[in-house]
């Protein structure tokens, strides 16, 4: 048989869940076309019980995650970096295949690994900046540190890898883990960098990646009860008054971006947004 004539294998992706890469637990798939109309894979459509299966995955890992040290989280990133400038050249063709032109696709991989080096580097130093110690009228210490909130939900822009990188990294250099609802349209980069998690040192389940319906998904994660907090990036503007609501019935922190605020330069009001500061008291000389 000629090589010439050897079949194509369609694939089909899974969700990461914990990990590993299960498929939906519905069953269901859907099409994934290029920018010109044109089939390139299946994507798993994840469903309410999937949801469920990541924030359960999430919560699991998020006291381990936590309690390491933040240097360790800081060498765990920065490695994942070096694994996505390894992998350069399918990520620029998956943003090509989502319509980038080769320059553009080139400088949005160098742009999402900068960036998530950038973020990397806040690792051992939120302590520092966020952190103080505060005058008191008595013979007590008191000290304020930041504290990672927990489990974080996001609803990921459509920009497929700057975007993506731009509210995972701030969401888990700080200890917390998050259930990521992938950009519908173009999910190819969310699944690769999902395998590039898998193979690095980050612990299973710190990050969870969804793919399927937005209108879907987003709904639950806002509603969960064992959801933290929630990063709207990815949200129509008419959707977020009624993701609002329901992420208030357990007072969850929700961080609502202000057009494609992930696009501009880093910056650490995505990291603030999902740490709480803890205050302890301490007496001299005990």
Same mark, same amino acid.
């Given at each position: 048989m000629s090589t010439d004539a050897r079949l194509a294998v369609r694939k089909t992706y899974k969700l990461f869940i914990g990990g590993a890469f299960p498929r939906s637990e519905s069953g269901r798939s859907y099409i994934v076309n290029d920018a010109k109309g044109r089939f390139l894979a299946n #994507?798993?459509? @994840?469903?309410?019980?999937?949801?469920?299966? %990541?924030?359960? %995955? #999430?919560?699991? @890992? %998020?006291? /381990?995650?936590a309690g390491r040290t933040p240097?360790?989280? /800081?060498?765990?990133?920065? *490695?994942?970096? +070096?694994?996505? +400038?390894? *992998?350069?050249?399918?990520? #620029?063709? +998956?943003?090509?295949a989502a319509g980038l032109g080769k320059a553009a696709a080139a400088a949005e991989v160098d742009a999402a690994v900068d960036r998530w080096v950038w973020y990397a580097g806040w690792a051992d130093k939120l302590g520092a900046v966020l952190g103080s110690a505060n005058p008191v009228a008595g013979p007590f210490f008191n000290f304020s540190t930041p504290e990672p909130t927990g489990v974080v939900g996001i609803v990921a822009p459509d920009s497929p890898l700057l975007g993506l990188v731009s509210v995972v990294a701030p969401a888990i250099v700080s200890g917390n883990a998050c259930v990521v609802v992938a950009s519908e349209p173009a999910p190819l980069p969310a699944i690769t960098l999902a395998e590039v998690l898998a193979t690095s040192d980050l612990p299973g389940g710190v990050v969870n990646v969804l793919t399927g319906r937005r209108d879907e998904l987003a709904p639950w994660l806002a509603s969960h009860m064992d959801v933290n907090a929630l990063d709207l990036a990815g949200v129509r503007d008419e959707d977020v008054r009624g993701l609002e609501e329901a992420a208030a019935e357990n007072l969850k922190r929700v961080f609502r971006p202000t057009g494609d605020d992930w696009s501009r330069?880093? /910056?650490t009001a995505r990291m603030t947004a999902f740490l709480e500061t803890k205050t302890v008291w301490h007496p001299v000389g005990v």
């Open positions: #994507a798993s459509q @994840a469903s309410r019980k999937d949801v469920r299966d %990541a924030v359960t %995955a #999430a919560r699991k @890992a %998020a006291g /381990g995650w240097y360790n989280r /800081g060498q765990i990133l920065y *490695r994942v970096a +070096e694994m996505l +400038e390894g *992998r350069r050249a399918q990520f #620029a063709d +998956e943003l090509r330069e880093p /910056g």
